[in-house]
């Protein structure tokens, strides 16, 4: 059975310590390291529901293009941890989800049954905090 290792981002949660506890996890354990990258629509939702875009299909395209940009951000960070897993010799799968963080976090870890899961608490910037608590 191989040893797998389940290391979750999202849009609110990454940091570089994280990545380098799962990376040193995988090398300890001869695990493969299996990333989650979750764009979280929450981030989305929380600019286009402060009432700043008024009507309908101005959220809407507001929304999507905030979502296009983080699955794109999100792809770079993939590839980047990628990177860092294949230098270290460790083998490296990449999911990219659009959804809630938890529920896909839930799902994945129901599907791939990893032994170990990283995870960090959820940053959101002093300026979010402040707007939605």
């Known amino acids: 059975m191989v040893q797998r290792v389940l290391l979750t981002l999202s849009s609110f949660r990454h940091s570089d310590r994280e990545v380098g506890l799962a990376l040193d996890l995988c090398r300890e354990r001869g695990a493969e ?17 402060t009432g700043v875009m ?12 905030l979502l296009d940009d983080q699955k794109r951000q999100a792809e770079e960070t993939l590839e980047k941890v990628r990177q860092a897993a294949e230098a270290r010799g460790i083998a490296c799968r990449a999911l990219l989800k659009v959804g809630r963080f938890a529920v896909e976090t839930r799902a994945v870890v129901a599907a791939e049954g ?9 940053r959101r910037p002093e300026w979010m905090r402040r707007l939605f608590g």
């Open 114 to 122: 990893p032994q170990v899961m990283v995870v960090t608490r959820a």
């Open 33 to 49: 390291l299996l990333v989650l990258f979750v764009v979280d629509v929450n981030l989305a939702r929380y600019f286009a529901g």
């Open 54 to 65: 008024a009507g309908t299909s101005l959220r809407e395209q507001m929304e999507k293009g």
